[in-house]
């Protein structure tokens, strides 16, 4: 009666345990899937890589620009060519990686302004016209606000917001995946030494990673399933396939994890079968 007892009892400590290390195992890999998958540059740069972001944000800067310099006076044509799309394509790899890590970055538009400067001053020269020293004076505001305008267009909200994310949390991030390791490790040293027979202990130690790739699972599952049903309102449309493309590609790495511990479990059931063996 008493041996039944302590079965039972230990039976359900050994379900209890389980129970928290599928926590912990849940928590650490989520914790490591929000760190590679959204919480760094990469899947920001490859959801730009899609649906040509570069561009569109180039065409976008234009067209704004344009739309500026009508109520100026000033033929539209003087903002073409004013930044090539080699400086539009490297300011903004090297916003998002500076801001996707916290940092700030300095866009330099000195030779967009430079250019635009010369470019007004050639248009009044060609036309035959004299300035005025007013005009004169309002030339470095005029190309001043188109560069704001380079900025502005250049930079992706969302990234900001990674970032302030990254640089608050980004340490504790590790720190809570390391305490879910530890752990884990010390509730799977517990179940070890309640078992004298170790394939039994191992029992459990499957059930919790069999849950862990339910739950790491699950996101990218419901995402896929809600995906028809909704659609975020973003604008202009080259950042929302950006954004899209950016949550896709976070969500792989928790598809990746999961089949990670797929993996595990089937090692852990070869164990368990050679643990049997030989116990």
């Known amino acids: 009666m008493a041996h039944n ?4 009892f230990r039976f359900f400590i050994s379900c209890v345990l389980s129970f928290l290390l599928s926590l912990f195992f849940t928590v650490g890999t989520i914790l490591i899937a929000l760190k590679f998958g959204f919480l760094n540059e990469t899947s920001v740069l490859d959801g730009m890589a899609e649906k040509d972001y570069y561009k569109s944000a180039e065409k976008e800067f234009y067209q704004a620009a344009k739309d500026f310099t009508i109520p100026v006076g000033l033929p539209v044509d003087v903002v073409d060519g004013i930044v090539s799309s080699e400086t539009v394509y490297s300011d903004i790899q090297n916003y998002v990686t500076n801001a996707v890590n916290g940092k700030e970055y300095v866009f330099n538009t000195d030779d967009l302004e430079s ?7 050639n248009y009044f020269r060609n036309e035959g016209l004299e300035m005025t020293e007013e005009q004169i004076t309002t030339v470095p ?4 606000l188109i560069a704001e305008i380079y900025v502005k267009t250049m930079k992706v909200n969302y990234v ?8 608050s949390y980004g340490n504790l991030i590790w720190i809570g995946a390391a305490i879910c390791l530890v752990i884990s490790i010390v509730i799977i040293g ?4 309640m078992y004298h027979w170790k394939h039994r202990a191992m029992r459990f130690v499957v059930y919790s990673a069999i849950t862990t790739v339910l739950m790491v699972a699950s996101p990218a599952v419901i995402v896929g399933i809600l995906e028809g049903f909704m659609k975020p309102s973003v604008s202009p449309e080259h950042l929302y396939y950006a954004l899209v493309n950016y949550c896709a590609n976070g969500l792989k790495i928790f598809v990746y994890l999961s089949i990670g511990w797929v993996a ?3 090692a ?5 079968r050679y643990l049997k063996k030989n116990d």
């Open 5 to 8: 007892k302590n079965r039972k």
């Open 268 to 272: 852990l059931l070869l164990a368990i």
């Open 141 to 144: 505001e005029y190309t001043g």
């Open 264 to 266: 595990v479990v089937a």
């Open 160 to 167: 900001s917001l990674l970032g302030k994310v990254n640089a």
């Open 190 to 193: 517990m179940l070890l030494k």
């Open 115 to 121: 250019r635009l400067t010369e470019k007004v001053y």
